[in-house]
């Protein structure tokens, strides 16, 4: 081939979209992957001293139960012991997230931890403005699945659908609904709140993409909702229309003893 027609094929391969348009693709996972390595290691890092702290806090509550209380103190030492723990759980599971060999798989409840996630956010002081309904379904079919990330994926989808109604001038809503059928297990968060555009929507599980104000929103929520969801096999959805709310949907296979 000539030098005139390598020239030509280079031209036509600079011109091409598609060609430019993969190059463009690439570009962006490679940067995408960078960014997600530096975040690991910044995580790792913060995952290790807040553990050694709350170990701290953990003893220090558990000297505390050991006094008389009234019920009502009681209740928030029990309560304020258990969420300290599960914090705990939540860091080491950081700590060893991208190393893990072997998972804590258990046969659950998704509606046991569906609730679990409602009653701690109805404590939460960014939702006391809320009105959180949650619809129970005590007869849902098992999943079988890691209940700390499926708690943590659960309760950020929920902080963003509280943020979301915020800024809704009438009643703040949120309702929390669970179902069954063709053989998954699905928790539905749907907020009336002010929606997303379909470009908005498309992009909302990227990495650091957030549609609220500076230093509102970190864009890192439903990108680690969508990994923890996906590690085990379920799935995550939006669908969202502006000024009427945003549907959020996660999934999960159905499973018996014998799986």
Known sequence: MTNSENNRTDSQHADDPAASGERSRQAVDS????????LGTMTAGFAHEVCSSLTSISALVQVLRRHTWPNEQSTQLEQLEDE??????????????????????????????????VTMIRYSHRSKDVRIESIRSRDLPRVCVEVLP???????????????VQECTGEKVVTVRRSACDGWVNVMVVDYGIGMTHNQAGKAFELFYTTKPPGKGTGLGLTISRGLVERQGGTISLNSLPGFGTIAKVSFRECNANE
């Open 150 to 164: 499926v708690q943590q994926a659960i309760l950020n989808i929920l902080l963003n659908a509280v943020d979301a």
């Open 84 to 117: 300290v723990k599960r914090s705990i759980d939540i860091g080491r599971y950081l700590l060893d997230f991208a190393g893990r060999s072997s998972s804590d798989v258990v046969l659950a409840d998704l509606d046991d931890i569906t609730e679990q996630m």
């Open 31 to 38: 940067s995408q992957q960078d960014r997600l390595a530096a």
